[in-house]
């Protein structure tokens, strides 16, 4: 297992504070007042994909277990282990090396395995202002661009400092990202990137018109060249009574070890109307490619890609001559059921080639405050890019 340099400094931090008879004093009790959290998560995948000889089957448990001392003079500390444990039947390729005998199933993206998924400090110097410092949960606007891919059992969490100021209706974020925990788990070398990173996000909320954001993400991972990119964005989001909307361009390039030298920009647009029992939504995404340029497709590495591009995952990487997305949608609640159907076309960005077409639907209910259900199915129909795919989800969280 790597060392964690921004993680140990953070526990180092700890030790270092309680050598103090006061600051123990004070400490214990932060630490008698705090809250505890236990959470389980199951849920069943299955997937049938073209091109392989067996359906996956994936029936896996994430149980969560976190701390949180009360705030003391401003300073408050978190830790949370997550487990992930496969149960009833485990016929699936847990994906980047994790399952080397099961290479004739589908993967599935949720390795078995126990991690820290964070464990950090936090110093609030006024409201609204602090420091954090530690493995954190980064989520960044809509998580397109930097997230914490939440959909997986094992979430993506970063070593990092990080900084939040607000004055009035704007706030800064800054952070210094020196490792990204992805959801592969620490036993693959694809499950622990090092990285150089600096991430800079600024919104101002205007009136009552909506929120103007930009951003600056500086990507030096030095495990995965090509996730080396420098990308600046700017997007405005609002709403006018029913109506709402949104826009959003950025432009990125090659960066630091990053080999292939390239331009590439990114749109999307947003747009929903809010009927008496359901709202209608669509779009347009673009992600710029270049089809006689290997390498030179707009990435975002550090995305919570699940939410965007379908559920099937078919998009995970931009396609070499990237990608568009046009896409429609439903969504609304009856009697407690949350619901949603969305239909996508893709294709291609550079010369148009149709890359095929998916359904996406899903059903949620909310039991209780303890327990929620969720059913959902995506069914993704290929045409000159990867293979028709269908996956069903069944899923039950408990918090306690």
Same mark, same amino acid.
């Given at each position: 297992?790597?060392?964690?340099?921004?993680?140990?400094?953070?526990?180092?931090?700890?030790?270092?504070?309680?050598?103090?008879?006061?600051?123990?004093?004070?400490?214990?009790?932060?630490?008698?007042?705090?809250?505890?959290?236990?959470?389980?998560?199951?849920?069943?995948?299955?997937?049938?994909?073209?091109?392989?000889?067996?359906?996956?089957?994936?029936?896996?448990?994430?149980?969560?277990?976190?701390?949180?001392?009360?705030?003391?003079?401003?300073?408050?500390?978190?830790?949370?282990?997550?487990?992930?444990?496969?149960?009833?039947?485990?016929?699936?390729?847990?994906?980047?090396?994790?399952?080397?005998?099961?290479?004739?199933?589908?993967?599935?993206?949720?390795?078995?395995?126990?991690?820290?998924?964070?464990?950090?400090?936090?110093?609030?110097?006024?409201?609204?202002?602090?420091?954090?410092?530690?493995?954190?949960?980064?989520?960044?606007?809509?998580?397109?661009?930097?997230?914490?891919?939440?959909?997986?059992?094992?979430?993506?969490?970063?070593?990092?400092?990080?900084?939040?100021?607000?004055?009035?209706?704007?706030?800064?974020?800054?952070?210094?990202?020196?490792?990204?925990?992805?959801?592969?788990?620490?036993?693959?070398?694809?499950?622990?990137?090092?990285?150089?990173?600096?991430?800079?996000?600024?919104?101002?909320?205007?009136?009552?018109?909506?929120?103007?954001?930009?951003?600056?993400?500086?990507?030096?991972?030095?495990?995965?060249?090509?996730?080396?990119?420098?990308?600046?964005?700017?997007?405005?989001?609002?709403?006018?009574?029913?109506?709402?909307?949104?826009?959003?361009?950025?432009?990125?390039?090659?960066?630091?070890?990053?080999?292939?030298?390239?331009?590439?920009?990114?749109?999307?647009?947003? @747009?929903? !109307?809010?009927?008496?029992? =359901?709202?209608?939504? /669509?779009?347009?995404?673009?992600? #710029?490619? *270049?089809?006689?340029? $290997?390498?030179?497709?707009?990435?975002?590495?550090?995305?919570?890609?699940?939410?965007?591009?379908?559920?099937?995952?078919?998009?995970?990487?931009?396609?070499?001559?990237?990608?568009?997305?046009?896409?429609?949608?439903?969504?609304?609640?009856?009697?407690?059921?949350?619901?949603? @159907?969305? !239909?996508?076309?893709?294709? =291609?960005?550079?010369? /148009?080639?149709?890359?095929?077409? #998916?359904? *996406?639907?899903?059903? $949620?209910?909310?039991?209780?405050?303890?327990?929620?259900?969720?059913?959902?199915?995506?069914?993704?129909?290929?045409?000159?890019?990867?293979?028709?795919?269908?996956?069903?989800?069944?899923?039950?969280?408990?918090?306690?």
């Amino acid at each position: 297992m790597k060392k964690k340099n921004i993680l140990a400094l953070a526990i180092c931090g700890l030790l270092q504070g309680t050598t103090s008879v006061n600051a123990a004093d004070s400490l214990m009790d932060a630490f008698s007042n705090g809250d505890s959290n236990l959470s389980f998560r199951y849920r069943f995948e299955f997937v049938d994909q073209d091109g392989f000889d067996k359906n996956a089957k994936a029936s896996t448990v994430r149980t969560r277990l976190n701390y949180k001392t009360e705030t003391y003079k401003g300073f408050t500390f978190f830790i949370e282990a997550d487990n992930v444990t496969e149960v009833f039947v485990d016929d699936f390729n847990a994906g980047a090396g994790n399952s080397p005998s099961k290479g004739n199933y589908p993967v599935v993206a949720d390795p078995q395995g126990t991690e820290i998924n964070q464990a950090w400090f936090n110093y609030n110097f006024s409201e609204g202002n602090g420091v954090k410092v530690g493995r954190q949960r980064i989520l960044l606007d809509n998580q397109r661009f930097v997230g914490g891919v939440g959909w997986r059992q094992n979430e993506q969490t970063y070593d990092a400092v990080s900084a939040t100021f607000k004055l009035g209706g704007s706030k800064l974020f800054v952070a210094y990202v020196d490792h990204v925990n992805r959801i592969f788990g620490e036993d693959v070398d694809a499950g622990d990137h090092d990285n150089d990173t600096i991430l800079i996000n600024w919104s101002n909320k205007i009136a009552d018109i909506g929120k103007l954001t930009a951003y600056y993400y500086d990507i030096n991972n030095k495990d995965a060249a090509a996730f080396s990119t420098a990308t600046f964005g700017v997007k405005f989001a609002g709403n006018v009574d029913a109506f709402n909307y949104g826009i959003e361009f950025a432009k990125q390039n090659d960066a630091h070890n990053n080999a292939v030298d390239f331009s590439a920009n990114y749109w999307r647009l947003d @747009a929903g !109307y809010k009927l008496a029992k =359901a709202t209608v939504f /669509g779009g347009y995404e673009v992600l #710029e490619g *270049d089809a006689n340029n $290997a390498g030179s497709m707009f990435r975002t590495p550090l995305a919570t890609l699940h939410a965007f591009n379908g559920w099937t995952d078919k998009f995970l990487g931009t396609p070499q001559d990237g990608l568009e997305d046009l896409f429609v949608g439903v969504k609304g609640a009856v009697k407690g059921h949350k619901w949603q @159907a969305v !239909y996508h076309d893709f294709s =291609a960005q550079d010369r /148009g080639r149709d890359l095929g077409s #998916e359904f *996406d639907v899903s059903i $949620a209910k909310k039991v209780n405050k303890h327990v929620s259900l969720l059913l959902k199915a995506a069914f993704y129909d290929a045409d000159t890019h990867a293979t028709d795919t269908s996956k069903i989800w069944f899923m039950v969280t408990s918090n306690f």
